[in-house]
């Protein structure tokens, strides 16, 4: 369609199911991210150097291996951001008494006041989003939702932000942060046979279930930038996981499929995966959880006009293996 909008092939079963939760919330990270990342652009951070510097903020000083271990994030991805903050003049580091060899670190005057700066414009993209969902509704959901992901990946109780900012907005974005800190590596080591990544998974079922799609529907429905879009299925197509052709409609743009390599691949991450929400559904309800990412995601979305959420997704490419070796 001229819009971009895209049409499942197969809408048979709309009911939510396990699989939806984890592309839901792929979904969810698509459209929010660059939302934020819009509304804080004056401060230069990115929507993942927020989740940081409110971590860092709220529990300083804290050591890098404790913002690892309590957030999921990998130390050496800790200590890259740590280093980006130091150049921004965003953070001190202290000497940690205790042990005499790690290191503290904690916001700097101009840190804090570049984290309250983001905090102010973040409001102001919730109080768009209020009418359209129940917030604290939402965030609970999300919050159980984290706390199961969080003893999946053995990490440590989630680390609860103190009431000194807003409870039900701040920790909407906090705990959104937090489950994708927590979530990608465990569904990576799921997947870990395709090679993968929790982002391009994402992708490969959107591009399995809708095919043939063009780069602007993926934008589209996604939220995905187009330079993004572009980048990516260049990188697939160096893979030999996605083949292009022209659009007949408008004899201008292409059009992109994935080949018998891209759906084998994409069917075997997808098994993995399945094994990994197996245990999540021993934990919580992944049918409420599912609900609750889609009141949130339907709300993002609108925000950020963007069409509504694709139903059932995640069906057509894992339905069945594809033939050949």
Do not use: C
Not at 206 to 222: D, K, M, T
Request: glycine share 8%; proline share 6%; charged share 20%.
């Amino acid at each position: 369609m001229s819009d971009g909008t895209l049409h499942p092939t197969d809408r048979a079963d709309e009911s939510p199911r396990s699989w939806d939760v984890l592309f839901d919330l792929w979904l969810l990270k698509q459209a929010v991210y660059p939302l934020i990342d819009q509304a804080i652009s004056r401060t230069k951070l990115s929507a993942d150097d927020f989740g940081l510097y409110l971590m860092v903020g709220d529990f300083q000083p804290v050591s890098p291996g404790d913002i690892a271990t309590y957030s999921g994030m990998r130390a050496n991805t800790v200590s890259a951001a740590i280093q980006r903050m130091d150049r921004r003049g965003h953070v001190v580091r202290t000497p940690n008494e205790q042990d005499g060899r790690s290191i503290l670190v904690a916001l700097s005057d101009t840190g804090l006041a570049v984290t309250a700066e983001a905090i102010d414009a973040a409001r102001l993209v919730m109080e768009r989003l209020d009418p359209l969902m129940d917030i604290r509704s939402g965030q609970q959901a999300i919050e159980r939702l984290n706390d199961a992901v969080r003893v999946l990946a053995n990490l440590p109780p989630r680390v609860r932000l103190t009431e000194q900012q807003d409870p039900s907005w701040n920790m909407l974005l906090y705990d959104l942060w937090l489950l994708k800190q927590a979530s990608y590596p465990l569904i990576e080591q799921a997947i870990d046979s395709t090679g993968l990544s929790a982002e391009e998974l994402g992708l490969y079922l959107l591009i399995g279930e809708f095919q043939p799609v063009s780069p602007r529907g993926i934008s589209r429905n996604s939220g995905m930038r187009p330079n993004t879009v572009s980048a990516t299925l260049q990188r697939l197509e160096s893979r030999g996981h996605i083949a292009r052709q022209p659009n007949e409609n408008d004899g201008r743009s292409i059009l992109v499929t994935l080949t018998e390599e891209g759906l084998r691949t994409t069917h075997a991450a997808a098994a993995g995966n399945q094994l990994l929400l197996d245990r999540l559904g021993d934990l919580i309800d992944v049918g409420d959880a599912q609900l609750a990412i889609d009141q949130v995601n339907q709300a993002v979305r609108r925000v950020a006009n963007l069409p509504p959420r694709l139903p059932s997704a995640g069906s057509a490419a894992t339905s069945a293996a594809p033939t050949g070796g």
